[in-house]
């Protein structure tokens, strides 16, 4: 089993739709939680993180926490196609490294 | 700086030779990390610094692979005796601490021939 786990995809939502990513990890005692968009050809950028069980909202971004589910997601609220890019989910221990999964490739159609 | 800069941006070399990356984290970022990501692939962990130590070394390869972190700032990746396998992009990445998020720079593209 993968440390952090998420659907590859490819996801295809209409202009306008919203878009869920979802990402399980294994490790209890995971502490912080964090998503990046990468484009292709280019490094991933952070776009959310989140520590608490619950909901973080960031404009059209809303991250989701459940930790006894071990489980956190991202939502995008009037997708647009520029945000068509591979998402990341990475999860960071007490021991200081991330761990990634291998992203969800998301595609929005105009 | 006001990004992560990492140096070359583009490596080409011949199998069996050395090679060495830099990345240059932002000002102030005390956790340096070090990436690399395969075409169509995951990010793969390599080595972590908290100042100029690395209390998490487990990602690398082989011993062919080492690095080092001078002056809690500038850190060098060195590849020894490249091999093919080794192709990839390298990927440098700063924090302020272990519950922030990581600023990535625009990574290295080694290619060995």
């Known amino acids: 089993q993968k440390e952090v786990e998420q659907n590859s995809g490819p996801l295809s939502v209409p202009e306008g739709a919203i878009a869920s990513l979802n990402c399980t990890y294994s490790d209890r005692v995971s502490q912080s939680f964090f998503w990046y968009r990468q484009y292709s050809g280019k490094s991933p950028e952070l776009i959310m993180s989140?520590?608490?069980?619950g909901d973080k909202e960031d404009g059209r971004f809303t991250a989701q926490l459940n930790k006894a589910s071990q489980y956190v997601s991202l939502l995008i609220r009037d997708s647009q196609p520029s945000d068509s890019a591979t998402y990341l989910c990475a999860v960071r221990t007490n021991a200081g490294k991330s761990t990634f999964g291998d992203g969800t490739t998301l595609t929005v159609k105009p | 700086g006001a990004g992560v800069s990492q140096s070359p941006s583009n490596k080409v070399t011949e199998k069996g030779k050395d090679v060495e990356l830099r990345c240059d984290p932002i000002?102030?970022?005390?956790?340096l990390y070090w990436y690399r990501q395969s075409l169509g692939q995951g990010l793969e962990f390599l080595i972590y610094?908290?100042?100029?130590?690395?209390?998490?070394k487990s990602g690398l390869p082989s011993d062919r692979f080492s690095a080092e972190r001078t002056g809690g700032s500038v850190s060098t990746l060195t590849i020894q005796r490249t091999q093919q396998e080794d192709s990839a992009v390298y990927l440098c990445?700063?924090?302020?601490?272990?519950?922030?998020?990581?600023?990535f720079g625009s990574g290295t593209r080694l290619t060995v021939v």
């Open positions: 990445a700063s924090s302020r601490g272990q519950n922030y998020g990581y600023t």
């Open positions: 610094f908290q100042g100029n130590s690395a209390p998490d």
């Open positions: 989140i520590y608490s069980n």
């Open positions: 000002s102030g970022h005390t956790a």
